[in-house]
């Protein structure tokens, strides 16, 4: 039989590690409704971008989710200063909002 073995819903996630917040650095964590949880979201501790709900008390698809974002947007960050370098797009482009700041 292939039984898994649960551990505590509450303290240290296991497996994979959160990754910093894609859009300010910041540190996430795993928040799930209480005291019988349904959803489980990864929010960030400073700007509060979430990943938005994910059914069931398991974190391991909303950690999935916000390091996913977390690669996409590293990556995107890294076309966007290239495209800069280029002179392809405004110096004053921000990647976060996705306008050209004016002065
Ligand atoms: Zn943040």
Redesign the pocket.
Known sequence: MDQKTEGSATGAISGEALKP?P??G?GAEITRDDPAPIFCWVQ?K??K?NTGFFDGPEEAEAVAAWNRRSDERTEFAEIIVRLKQRGLIPETFDAATLEVAHA
């Open positions: 917040c859009f300010c910041s960030c400073g700007c971008a």
